[in-house]
Every structure is written in C-alpha cells, then in structure tokens.
C-alpha cells in the first residue's frame, strides 16, 4: 500500500517550513522562513 503524503510549499520562497496560522479565521499558512502569510499553498506528493 502506497502512502501517499503531501507536503506544503511556500509559493514566494519555495520553503517547505510552511505551517498553518491558526491565529486568523479560517485556514492560513505562515511561512517560517520568509514571512509570507496567505490562503493557500503549493502541494506536493512525496512518496518519502
Ligand atoms: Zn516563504
């Protein structure tokens, strides 16, 4: 069976250190790395 995992990317720096902000209504990603905060981000499927 093929786990398949996604992971979040940053769409203005390309980090993967991307993690939900959950201190604003409704679902945002802050980035770690460059500060960007928005609604969406760039998903990836890794298969490690
Ligand atoms: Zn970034």
């Given at each position: 069976?093929?786990?398949?995992?996604?992971?979040?990317?940053?769409?203005?720096?390309?980090?993967?250190?991307v993690?939900?902000?959950?201190?604003?209504?409704?679902?945002?990603?802050?980035?770690?790395?460059?500060?960007?905060?928005?609604?969406?981000?760039?998903?990836?499927?890794?298969?490690?």
């Amino acid at each position: 069976m093929t786990v398949l995992k996604t992971v979040k990317r940053c769409p203005k720096c390309g980090s993967l250190s991307v993690m939900p902000d959950w201190a604003v209504t409704g679902t945002f990603y802050r980035c770690n790395d460059c500060g960007w905060r928005g609604a969406f981000v760039l998903e990836e499927d890794t298969e490690n």
